[in-house]
T-cell receptor
Framework: QKEVEQNSGPLSVPEGAIASLNCTYS??????FFWYRQYSGKSPELIMS????GDKEDGRFTAQLNKASQYVSLLIRDSQPSDSATYLCAIHLTDSWGKLQFGAGTQVVVTP | KAGVTQTPRYLIKTRGQQVTLSCSPISGHRSVSWYQQTPGQGLQFLFE???????NKGNFPGRFSGRQFSNSRSEMNVSTLELGDSALYLC??????????FGSGTRLTVV
């Protein structure tokens, strides 16, 4: 079992709709959770970080964390064509600051 | 503030050669970590340096090495290059308050 799992997609989302991305992880001691966006040929860009259970909102993005279920999700509201990218879930494992464990990424395609 | 600077952006090397990549972190960040990204394996952790000390290491062969200087700039070296080393190499600068910020990466092609 991979330590961080994401649906690979592609996830096709109509413009203006909500995109829902999921990520599960295996290490119960995981402390910090990040969502990165990566456009083709570019480097990952941090869009959300979340450290405690519950929801965290930033603009059109909402991250949700449930440590009991070992699950973190990202919602993108009012999806725009510019949101078309690969979204990477990354987890910082216990006592290992500096080492991020990444999922394989979910490709999102927003269709006009 | 300035971001993470990686040089060079592109490299083409021949099998058997060695290569050195450079990463300058965000000012004030003392942790620099390196990652390899390939289509088949995704983003994989190579190693992390903090205050010139390697704190964490991923599952890569000894041909992959790194170091960090007193100004927090870091280099990674790959010796005896193989075709499979062709990848995008990313470094991330971090601290607990800011999280991880990636540089633009170095695209290495081994022929």
């Amino acid at each position: 079992q991979k330590e961080v799992e994401q649906n690979s997609g592609p996830l096709s989302v109509p413009e203006g709709a909500i995109a829902s991305l999921n990520c599960t992880y295996s290490d119960r001691g995981s402390q910090s959770f990040f969502w990165y966006r990566q456009y083709s040929g570019k480097s990952p860009e941090l869009i959300m970080s979340i450290y405690s259970n519950g929801d965290k909102e930033d603009g059109r993005f909402t991250a949700q964390l449930n440590k009991a279920s070992q699950y973190v999700s990202l919602l993108i509201r009012d999806s725009q064509p510019s949101d078309s990218a690969t979204y990477l879930c990354a987890i910082h494992l216990t006592d290992s600051w500096g080492k991020l464990q990444f999922g394989a990424g979910t490709q999102v395609v927003v269709t006009p | 503030k300035a971001g993470v600077t990686q040089t060079p952006r592109y490299l083409i090397k021949t099998r058997g050669q060695q290569v050195t990549l450079s990463c300058s972190p965000i000012s004030g960040h003392r942790s620099v970590s390196w990652y390899q990204q390939t289509p088949g394996q995704g983003l994989q952790f190579l190693f992390e340096y903090f205050s010139e000390t390697q704190r964490n290491k991923g599952n890569f062969p000894g041909r992959f090495s790194g170091r960090q200087f007193s100004n927090s700039r870091s280099e990674m070296n790959v010796s005896t290059l193989e075709l499979g080393d062709s990848a995008l190499y990313l470094c991330a600068s971090s601290n607990p308050r800011d999280g991880y910020t990636f540089g633009s990466g170095t695209r290495l092609t081994v022929v």
